[in-house]
């Protein structure tokens, strides 16, 4: 039996104000910590063609990301997207886009978030599972993306 996921409610507070931010484009971001605890929202640049439609999470921040984690940082527990005008639940495309590697997938919608987990022969869009989380109180800070140069 799975146990329940942690967020840090300051990592979640700031996922749910990024998305409501840009409520034309799905946000996107990276999940840290480690073990059922997210501790971190790292927020990424959305780099999809099609950004309002879809998400795809900038791979330089993906690698470098997982390169802190390798010296000491928070692991890579998995990500964030939202859909800005769907519902918190995993969409086909994101069961076409999904690896089954147990990661956690934390959708947000309309002030909305739950979090599911990326498996093989999942009973939602054949793909994910769905995952309880408690929400904790914590210190830690979220990153905002950085601005692109002008």
């Known amino acids: 039996m799975a146990m329940d996921v942690t967020i840090s409610?300051?990592?979640?507070?700031a996922i749910l104000a990024d998305a409501a931010g840009s409520p034309?484009?799905?946000?996107?971001?990276?999940?840290?910590?480690?073990?059922?605890?997210?501790?971190?929202?790292?927020?990424?640049?959305?780099v999809a063609a099609d950004p309002a439609r879809r998400f795809e999470v900038?791979?330089?921040?993906l690698l470098?990301?997982?390169?802190?984690?390798?010296?000491g940082g928070e692991r890579v527990l998995g990500h964030y997207?939202?859909?800005?005008?769907?519902?918190a639940v995993p969409s086909p495309r994101d069961a076409a886009d999904g690896v089954p590697d147990g990661s956690l997938?934390?959708?947000?919608?309309?002030?909305?978030?739950?979090?599911w987990?990326?498996?093989?022969?999942?009973?939602?869009?054949?793909?994910?599972?769905p995952v309880a989380f408690t929400t904790l109180p914590c210190a830690d800070s979220s990153s905002r993306p950085e601005e692109p140069d002008s």
């Open 9 to 13: 409610s300051s990592a979640l507070s």
């Open 58 to 61: 900038d791979p330089a921040a």
């Open 117 to 129: 987990r990326a498996v093989a022969e999942g009973p939602i869009e054949g793909r994910f599972a």
């Open 81 to 87: 997207h939202s859909h800005p005008s769907g519902r």
């Open 24 to 46: 034309m484009v799905e946000v996107c971001g990276l999940l840290l910590g480690d073990g059922q605890a997210i501790r971190l929202a790292r927020a990424c640049r959305n």
């Open 105 to 115: 997938w934390l959708i947000v919608a309309d002030g909305d978030a739950r979090m």
């Open 64 to 71: 470098a990301a997982h390169r802190l984690a390798r010296s």
